[in-house]
C-alpha cells in the first residue's frame, strides 16, 4: 500500500502572541492521521473522527506509531527522501557555472 506524507508548519493562537506549530499526515489507503505539536498535543484520524489530546510528547508518539505503523521521525525522513530535488537552487542550475 502506497503510504503518503504531508508536512504543515504555522502559528496559532493570539495575533499578539502567536505560537508555532508543526502537524505530520500519513495518508495510508483510506486511511489519514494527522499529529499535532503546538499549543496543544493532539493526533486525529479520519476513521473515528476524534481528536486524541495528549500530555507528553512521549505518550503521542506511542499512539502515533500504533496507528501508522512508524515513528513520525522515519516518516519525516520518508518524507525528505522523497522531496529532496523539489526545492529550486536559487543560484541556478550547477551546469550553467561549468
Given at each position: 500500500m502506497k503510504s503518503q506524507v504531508t508536512l504543515r508548519s504555522g502559528s496559532e493562537g493570539p495575533k499578539h502572541d502567536p505560537y508555532g506549530y508543526?502537524?505530520?499526515?500519513?495518508t495510508q489507503g483510506?486511511?489519514?492521521?494527522?499529529?499535532?505539536?503546538?499549543?496543544?498535543?493532539w493526533?486525529?484520524?479520519?476513521?473515528?473522527?476524534?481528536?486524541?489530546?495528549?500530555?507528553?510528547?512521549?505518550a503521542m508518539e506511542?499512539?502515533?506509531k500504533e496507528l501508522t505503523g512508524d515513528t513520525a521521525e522515519n516518516w519525516i525522513e520518508k518524507?525528505?527522501?522523497e522531496h529532496r530535488n523539489d526545492i529550486?537552487?536559487?543560484?541556478?542550475?550547477?551546469?550553467?557555472y561549468e
Open positions: 508543526q502537524e505530520i499526515t500519513v483510506n486511511v489519514r492521521v494527522t499529529g499535532h505539536i503546538g499549543l496543544g498535543l493526533i486525529e484520524d479520519n476513521i473515528t473522527s476524534r481528536r486524541m489530546r495528549f500530555k507528553s510528547i512521549e506511542v499512539i502515533f518524507y525528505e527522501e529550486e537552487d536559487p543560484m541556478g542550475c550547477l551546469a550553467d
